[in-house]
């Protein structure tokens, strides 16, 4: 069974930063493709970054060249770090597999940005 815990979300002015944290059990982690998805109030939940179990990234047009994912297998942890934040990128942040498992969702990780 696996499970994953988001966290590192929080009240962050315009401009600033964040660092998610997706914790993950269970053997698959080094070897599923990887991403952080967003879902908005009012939105669908959509996919933000991807990170390949070789290590290559893609990013959503909306957050290139201010969001990073990276990944640490040894610790069965994924990552995003996020900077330049808008108020646009106010939404519930979930980690899962790409393409996303049911079964995996989580909680989530509340990021509010203010103007």
């Known amino acids: 069974q696996v499970q994953l815990v988001e966290s590192g979300g929080g009240l962050v002015q315009a401009g600033g930063s964040l660092r998610l944290s997706c914790a993950a059990s269970?053997?698959?982690?080094?070897?599923?493709?990887m991403g952080w998805y967003r879902q908005a109030p009012g939105k669908q939940r959509e996919l933000v970054a991807v990170?390949?179990?070789?290590?290559?990234?893609n990013y959503a047009d909306s957050v290139k060249g201010r969001f990073t994912i990276s990944r640490d297998n040894a610790k069965n942890t994924l990552y995003l770090q996020m900077n330049s934040l808008k108020p646009d990128d106010t939404a519930v942040y979930y980690c899962?597999?790409?393409?996303?498992?049911?079964?995996?969702w989580g909680q989530g990780t509340q990021v509010t940005v203010s103007s």
């Open positions: 990170i390949k179990s070789a290590g290559s990234t």
């Open positions: 899962n597999t790409v393409p996303p498992r049911t079964s995996y």
């Open positions: 269970g053997s698959t982690f080094s070897i599923n493709a």
